[in-house]
Nanobody, 124 residues
Framework: QVQLVESGGGLVQAGGSLRLSCAAS????????MAWFRQAPGKEREFVAA????????YYADSVKGRFTSSRDNAKNTVYLQLNSLKPEDTAVYYC?????????????????WGQGTQVTVSS
């Protein structure tokens, strides 16, 4: 059974930084793509970033490009999302997701496994 566990969320002032972690377990993820999504109150879940376990290639939503960076540690089966220059509009629950394909895609329906989410709150 695949499990994804996020951590690292919290309250930070605008301009600050956080690093989110997603610990994956339950199988070998070498052929998987991982992604981060977020959902603010009253809004739909939206794509933030994706990363390939195999190649480390990444793809970002325009709204976070240049501020957020995704990385992975294959030995620890963990992916990370570094959030810099945070803005109040980045406030949301951030979710980690996995799909059984190395292709990086941005749609929620393409991802099979989801974590429980971690809250990020950015104060102005």
């Amino acid at each position: 059974q695949v499990q994804l566990v996020e951590s690292g969320g919290g309250l930070v002032q605008a301009g600050g930084s956080l690093r989110l972690s997603c610990a994956a377990s339950g199988r070998t993820f070498s052929s998987y793509a991982m992604a981060w999504f977020r959902q603010a109150p009253g809004k739909e879940r939206e794509f933030v970033a994706a990363i390939s376990w195999t190649t480390g290639s990444t793809y970002y939503a325009d709204s976070v490009k240049g501020r957020f960076t995704s990385s992975r540690d294959n030995a620890k089966n963990t992916v990370y999302l570094q959030l810099n220059s945070l803005k109040p509009e980045d406030t949301a629950v951030y979710y980690c997701a996995a799909r059984r394909s190395p292709l990086l895609v941005t749609t929620t329906g393409s991802y099979t496994y989801w974590g429980q989410g971690t809250q990020v709150t950015v104060s102005s």
